[in-house]
């Protein structure tokens, strides 16, 4: 909705970015969103300050004025779509959907897609999004960042000038810590059209920058960044029975996950592979040997 429009300039977003000399073909204007935050950002030269802060203080504070169905009906059918691409027709898609609704608990803001459910989205209303707009697009839950050639009084008077009339929001409850605790071990066993077999072990871990979160940073580094790595070699390169494997520490707000993902080669067995990594990660963890 945040590219549709807003009260004082009423086309579409990326009109005016164009209009301030931003850089369209680099990724310089776009949005993102994750678990913990949504951000928007767009790259342009020093003397277009102004007029993006103008644009921005219009977004956050006028865009619910001029919000209409046949808007939200359009950026429905873009995320949907989005959804369909990035998680419903594509090999392996669904994996992260089961394995976060499985790792974390019902109720837990990780145990489902960013993205949300179809049902979700078709049941979003104008009013829904009004109400979420007033709630969290707001001055005490906004940071705004500024970087680049120019000058900091400057930068500060005209934050001021577009930002300091909006009145601020809702007071808002920051989410409490909350990493999962499993009874035990989980196997989900799924098929599907893929060209290979994939096998995912994940486990909880900590919120970044909380004890242990930089130790697991390193460990997914050392066991599987590179054709040295200590997985890579071993699964890929001596025994050769994955085609890829990879680990990583994904450090969120309240929680994480820390996972392994190997793609099996043609005939080989995902028990054998996942043997091999058990024994991997368990002489790693023993040792600290690297090599």
Not at 17 to 27: K, L, S, T, V
Not at 67 to 86: A, F, H, I, P, W
Not at 233 to 256: C, H, M, P, R, W
Request: with cysteine; net charge negative; charged share 30%.
């Amino acid at each position: 909705m945040m590219f549709e429009g807003s009260k004082n300039a009423k086309q579409h977003y990326l009109t005016y970015m164009e209009r301030a000399g931003a850089n369209m073909r680099e990724g310089g204007v776009n949005g993102t969103t994750s678990f913990d935050r949504t951000n928007y950002f767009e790259t342009v030269p020093r003397e277009a300050l102004e007029y993006v802060l103008w644009l921005e203080s219009d977004r956050m504070g006028y865009l619910t004025d001029v919000l209409t169905q046949e808007k939200l009906d359009n950026q429905r059918d873009v995320v949907k779509n989005e959804r369909r691409q990035s998680y419903e027709n594509v090999p392996y898609g669904r994996a992260f959907q089961m394995i976060f609704e499985n790792l974390f608990p019902k109720g837990h803001p990780y145990s489902w897609l960013v993205i949300g459910s179809q049902e979700d989205l078709n049941a979003a209303s104008t009013e829904d999004v009004k109400e979420f707009f007033k709630t969290y697009y707001t001055p005490n839950n906004c940071s705004l960042v500024i970087a680049g050639d120019f000058e900091t009084e400057e930068a500060k008077r005209l934050v001021e000038k577009y930002f300091a009339p909006f009145d601020p929001g809702p007071p808002l409850e920051r989410p409490r810590l909350w990493i999962p605790k499993l009874d035990g071990e989980k196997r989900i066993s799924v098929l599907d059209r893929v060209p290979q077999e994939r096998l995912y072990l994940i486990w909880p871990s900590p919120a970044y920058f909380y004890s242990g979160d930089a130790e697991l940073d390193l460990a997914s580094r050392i066991l599987s960044q590179g054709k040295n790595s200590r997985l890579y070699k071993t699964l890929v390169y001596d025994k050769q029975i994955a085609s890829d494997v990879s680990a990583f520490n994904y450090s969120l707000e309240i929680s994480g996950a820390f996972g392994v993902v190997a793609t099996a080669r043609p005939s080989q067995r995902l028990d054998e592979i996942e043997r091999v990594i058990d024994e991997e990660i368990e002489r790693f963890a023993l040792t600290g040997d690297v090599g």
